[in-house]
């Protein structure tokens, strides 16, 4: 079910020209990120930033 639902949102993303574009900073996803992870909606830095929060508040 996850998986589709990546599927969705990715082609929701594709459809408005968001692509690409983190969906935090607003900046673009690295190309070499987009093609290990074509569903990522978060660069690098956001995503980074966003685990080590969830971790945090996790302990």
């Not at 690409?20 to 909606?41: F, H, M, N, T, V």
Request: charged share 20%; hydrophobic share 25%.
């Amino acid at each position: 079910m996850v998986a589709l639902k990546q599927v969705n949102t990715t082609y929701q993303r594709l459809n408005t020209g968001h692509y690409g574009e983190c969906s935090d900073c607003g900046e673009e996803i690295q190309w070499a990120r987009l093609l290990k992870q074509p569903a990522a909606y978060r660069c690098v830095t956001c995503q980074s930033l966003r685990e080590k929060t969830y971790d945090a508040n996790s302990q």
